[in-house]
């Protein structure tokens, strides 16, 4: 008994410290991340866009997106707007016409997901418009807001030859709570430690729920992504396709977060569930291109999808359980325990130092264009920031284990793109044209 038992913790340490080497290359992402990104060259033409918006009642912060986007330095009439108000109860239709926008209304109370309206909308825009008329598709939640060179930057990737193209998200209520300041924190860690990196080594990155593009040759055959998350979903199929996702860090859009704790883990739960999804659809497929076509990039973004965080909580029960039954089976003393308890919290405490550690770096390397705030707290942010990751591996074990449902987040921050620009550090924008970047 006590030979098997050890024998199992010794192959849950070996498939740990296997999945440990098989991370370890993103080492190069972060330090890349720090000093480069990629710079694209000015436009030679402007390109034709349809904008893509999923509403669920957002009558408080449509408009304000609508205004942003009426507001860019590109020709307004190479951009359409388009939105789907979805089983909406409130203005939100009204105020997209009234806006200038074209708004079809959807009435499905059965097929729920902002990918089933992404769907109905883009169907509509094939039977009334056609897909082709239009070069490319940006895609955007309601509460978003657009700085006025957004499109105009994007432009330069997609006419560099792009098919696919996210970009740099702030938060507009970065200081309301610790709950979206770790939203904040959570978006721009991925942006030095993942997009930076992969545009410099031309690899696919992830899309991250809104403020992406891609050519009208995604869609030719409709909307196909429906699940939970259907930007994870489209990420992976995007790969397996054989297309790169690029970043490009001069495109700026504001991103309203959470501020309530039941929403937000509500909200990391469906996360959960659509990346285990994500990983059911895509994970096969992706490891036969590994093999098939010897594809880095496809062994990349498997990384991405696969659940390794589930698997490390899963080692971390499993083994602290072992653990006291071999001290219940040697008959050691009430100390042993003590120490066994301690060496579990030993990972989870290593992990929230290193989780504060990662948030100042992000307050450090990103200050000129996150929200002025005072210093206690920045330093309250860092030292909660754990708590958002430690969110994400209980989402992952709950949703492991129930059914999930798509429900919208509420959003009701009204604040206009001119508010956010007086708000913006001093010299940012002197500051971002002198950054070191890899073309």
Known sequence: MVELLQGILHLLSRIQTAFTWIYKYRKVYQVTGIFFTRRFPPAKRNHKYAVLVAARNEEAVLGNLIDSIRAQDYPAHLVTIFVAADNCTDRTAQIAREKGAVCYERFDTEHRTKGYALQFLVEQIRRDYGVESFEGYFLFD?????????????NESFDAGEKIITSYRNTKNFDDNWISASYGIHWLRTIRNEHRARSVFRLATRIQGTGFLFANEIIRDGWNYTSLTEDRALSADAVVQGYRISYNNAAEFFDEQPVDLRIAMRQRIRWAKGHLQAFRESGGKLLWNIFRRGSFMSFDMLTV???????TVFKRIVSY??????IYLSGKHFGTVVTATWNALYWVLRGCLSDMITAAYVFLMEHRRIKRMPWYKMAWF?????????MGDLALCIALFTKVEWK?????SNVRIEELR??????????????????
Not at 321 to 326: A, F, G, T, Y
């Open 142 to 154: 309601a509460d978003n807001l657009l700085k006025e060179d957004y499109i105009s930057r994007m």
């Open 422 to 439: 007086r708000e913006e550090p001093s010299g940012q924008a002197k500051a971002r044209a002198g950054e070191t970047h890899a073309s």
């Open 382 to 390: 860092c030292l909660t920031f754990p708590l958002f990751d430690l």
């Open 321 to 326: 359980l072992i653990h006291l039954v071999l």
């Open 305 to 311: 999808i696969f659940p390794r965080s589930l698997y």
């Open 408 to 412: 919208p987040i509420p959003h009701n």
